[in-house]
């Protein structure tokens, strides 16, 4: 691993950071223009930068152990040097000249275990880079361009929720937002209450192209009941007689906006866990966006009395498990339910509370 200073010959113009997100409700609404209730991660990914020696980009992954080099005209290879090129390129195409960069990466997020690493590396990027070259942006701005970086040059088809989040959100908040108007207010969590994030260590496969069918048949939802988007639908019951699948994509979507709003009141932490345990239901028997190992660490985790409610957060299809749970209790029912799940074989690990190394 090349340490920083040995990286830069001197110290960095600027730094940027941003967390990686845990979403508490509110599960596949974004692209229906709808609400969702995500939070940060303690975790995080951060830049340091400064402007190159040649006409190179020069990214150095401290976590990856790797280095990627594009000129100002070629695109990076793929890689996490995409979603930095991307971040880059949308800044250019807002008329900002963005000069060959140095930049040093370094993580303590998880990747590939569905808490939106990449939306942290794009934040941290844009950060950075608003610092560094003085830009008038704000951070909804940020996250706009974070997710057309990952749109268009990491080829996900993505809403607007892990950029936000990233932008927005701090892990003592729960950030409330609306996917149409953009508008968000950060909340408390209910009271005396405390978050559990498992891995449940199964890869994400299948994500990327069930993701992308899932957000067709939403728009076709939408259009079969006349509506500019599932967010628009007031009365549920028109939605029973769709025919299926778009039945159930649109009931789990119409239900689960539903249910944000209800959390969005202030809830005790019983009432906010039962509406997690109502979206995980829906995820996996109308979205179908579960698998059996999520399913089963769910289902550990509600085993347990101080656990008011489980759910998979993300996209589904592998990744992770949230749990609100009383306050004190994060980390002891953390580590006995990632022990149970992984007397099956299995490789779970406990990312939050963080543990000590
Ligand atoms: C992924 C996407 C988000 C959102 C979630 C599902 O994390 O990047 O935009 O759609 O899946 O809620």
Known sequence: MIRQNDFFQGPPAAHGAAPGRVNLLGEHTDYNDGFMLPTATPQGTSVALAPSFDAHFVLYSATLDQEVRFAHDEHAPPGFGRYIEGCIRGLEQRSVLVPSLRMYISSDLPVGAGL??????????????????????????????????????????????????????????????DARTLKFELLPLPLQTALIVIDSGMPRT????????????????AALLGVPALRDVSDPDAVEKL??????????????????????????????????????ASLRDDYEVSIPALDELTALLRLEPDVFGARLTGAGFGGACVALCRAGQAGAIGRAVVARYNRAGRQGRLLIPVQPT
């Open 243 to 280: 025919p299926e699948p778009y039945r159930r994509r649109a009931r789990h979507v119409v239900r689960e906006n539903a249910r944000v709003l209800r959390a969005r009141a202030g809830l005790s932490g019983p009432d906010f866990g039962s509406l997690m345990n109502q979206s995980h």
């Open 206 to 221: 299948l994500a990327a192209s069930a993701y992308n069918i899932r957000r067709a048949e939403c728009e076709k939802a």
């Open 116 to 177: 939106s690493s990449s939306a942290a590396l794009e934040l941290a990027t844009l950060r950075g880079l608003r610092r560094m070259l003085g830009l008038a942006l704000d951070d909804v701005a940020l996250a706009l361009i974070g997710q057309e970086a990952e749109v268009h040059y990491a080829q996900v088809n993505c809403g607007i929720m892990d950029q936000m989040a990233s932008s927005l959100a701090d892990s003592a908040h729960m950030l409330f937002l």
